[in-house]
């Protein structure tokens, strides 16, 4: 698994996980102490100290989230209306028009659609005016024909055996349609997926490499093909991107502050926890992959117990605890001695959007310049180039947790 994958070996995956847990453990035990206290206060006498020590895996989830409510009054309903689908994609666009220095113009009927509701765009190299590539996007649910979810394919790749210059890709969503004058609303997870998605594309269709096997995202390792796309959801908490497409469909209203601190609060809401759990997954996969005699002693349960007490020691599984028995990412889902590499990209997606926090995300000439070296380089290259050299190039250095334990409130 380890040799298709970025990570070099095991050793260097513990090794990033271990800087991770150092801030986020502390953060964790907080967080369970806030939830704790919230339970003994409104709990009832069940959760008095008397009667329970400490909250159970199943209570704990359960008090988290009331905590959460709790703190962050914010409903997606209230959020909708400031997120209508056009000016969202005004927004994207002018945003990798701005960093990229690519224009993304609407060309409908250019190319044949299978539903009246798809769009066509052309994506133009504003220096050269070169057509680089182009997409569909379907944008809204339809049950009757359309799986659910939000992805990107493509359609045709790179290859110069093919003949093929201009690389086209599919992005689907399944966001509510206009109904009468009301137009699409999105949620905010919605806008994050849909630059998430978009940040796939890129990759596919800003490359520059021409054999196809590993022009745009092909053959790019599995812990470094989110980069792209986790990096794109960054923009999605940067105040002017936001304000220039976050506006009430009715009033033309900008997102009331309070409103984007809530939603920026509430992305660091419950941080350290989820970073254990998903430390603890991650390294509890790696151990049963590397270490794991079935002819020893131990049972694959001694092993997460004993991983537990490393990662989640405030929250060890109880006796009869069976999740080994459906964590099918790692015997079904393809992610065996793999699921470290959602942590690994989440580090490599906020290291490089570090970089255009060092410049100043106001600095027009830094950001712009910091930008045309993330396309020359991780939306350019391919699979060609190994993504530790790909990184390398465009930081100077290789891939720092620091700037996503900063954007995680642990640092």
């Not at 220095?101 to 009246?116: D, F, S, Y």
């Not at 960054?234 to 009331?256: I, M, Q, R, S």
Request: charged share 25%; proline share 5%.
């Amino acid at each position: 698994s380890l040799a298709s994958k970025m990570a070099p070996d095991v050793q260097s995956v513990a090794d990033l996980s271990n800087l991770i847990l150092e801030k986020a453990l502390p953060a964790a035990e907080k967080e369970l102490a806030a939830a704790t206290a919230l339970a003994r206060e409104a709990g009832g006498d069940e959760y008095s100290e008397s009667n329970l020590e400490k909250l159970m895996p199943w209570d704990a989830a359960f008090w988290v989230e009331r905590l959460k409510e709790n703190m962050f009054d914010l409903k997606e309903e209230e959020l909708k209306p400031y997120f209508a689908l056009d000016p969202v994609l005004d927004g994207m666009f002018g945003l990798v028009d701005r960093i990229f220095g690519v224009e993304v113009r609407e060309a409908n009927g250019k190319a044949e659609v299978w539903h009246p509701d798809v769009k066509f765009f052309e994506i133009y190299d504003k220096e050269s005016g070169e057509h680089m590539a182009s997409f569909f996007l379907d944008p809204y649910s339809r049950p009757a024909d359309k799986r659910g979810g939000a992805w990107m394919a493509d359609c045709r790749g790179k290859s110069a055996a093919l003949g093929i210059d201009v690389p086209v890709a599919y992005l689907t969503c399944n966001g509510s349609p206009p109904v009468g004058e009301k137009p699409s609303l999105m949620s905010f997870r919605e806008v994050e997926t849909l630059f998430h998605e978009f940040g796939h594309g890129l990759q596919h269709m800003l490359t520059r490499a021409t054999i196809g096997d590993v022009a745009g995202i092909s053959g790019v390792e599995w812990d470094a093909v989110e980069l792209p796309s986790q990096f794109m959801e960054n923009w999605c908490y940067d105040k002017p991107t936001v304000d220039g497409f976050a506006k009430h469909y009715e009033t033309g209203e900008p997102l009331p502050e309070e409103m984007f601190k809530k939603l920026n609060d509430q992305k660091t809401f419950g941080a350290g926890m989820m970073a254990c759990r998903q430390l603890l997954f991650g390294m509890m996969d790696l151990e049963l992959h590397s270490n794991y005699d079935p002819d020893g002693d131990e049972t694959i349960f001694d092993v997460q117990r004993r991983m537990a007490a490393i990662y989640t020691p405030y929250a060890l599984p109880v006796e009869e605890d069976r999740f080994l028995c459906g964590f099918s990412h790692i015997f079904a889902g393809g992610y065996s001695a793999g699921y470290y590499s959602y942590k690994w990209a989440e580090v490599m997606s906020a290291d490089a959007f570090g970089a255009f926090e060092d410049v100043g995300l106001d600095n027009e000439e830094g950001v712009r310049e910091v930008g045309r070296k993330f396309r020359e380089t991780v939306l350019s290259l391919g699979g060609g180039v190994s993504p530790s050299e790909v990184f390398e190039q465009f930081r100077g250095r290789g891939p720092s947790p620091e700037a996503l334990l900063r954007h995680n409130g642990l640092a």
